[in-house]
């Protein structure tokens, strides 16, 4: 019976070592982005409670385009923006 060509002889080949490629570290973030992301989401945190006071709401009630959900709107917004923003710092 014929030998098989793909053991050599009965010797296995060596297969070369993977060398793993260096791990990169990511650069650091620019020293705005911390305290923009802490005070968009502080912003947004008072523009939702002082936009749901009853005083705060009768005076900007009548707002073009959002009406008496201009405070949910910004407010939601401009913490999702925050959020954002501290989800990338490093």
């Not at 990169?24 to 409670?49: F, I, M, Q």
Request: no cysteine.
């Amino acid at each position: 019976m014929p030998e098989s060509r793909h053991t050599r002889g009965g010797k296995r080949r060596v297969k070369p070592q993977r060398q793993r490629a260096p791990e990169k570290r990511p650069e650091p973030s620019a020293p705005w982005v911390g305290p923009t992301g802490v005070g968009l989401v502080g912003g947004g945190a008072v523009v939702l409670l002082l936009g749901n006071l009853p005083a705060v709401a009768d005076l900007l009630r009548d707002l073009p385009g959002l009406g008496a959900n201009w405070a949910l709107v910004v407010g939601i917004v401009s913490v999702a923006a925050g959020f954002g923003l501290l989800m990338r710092w490093r």
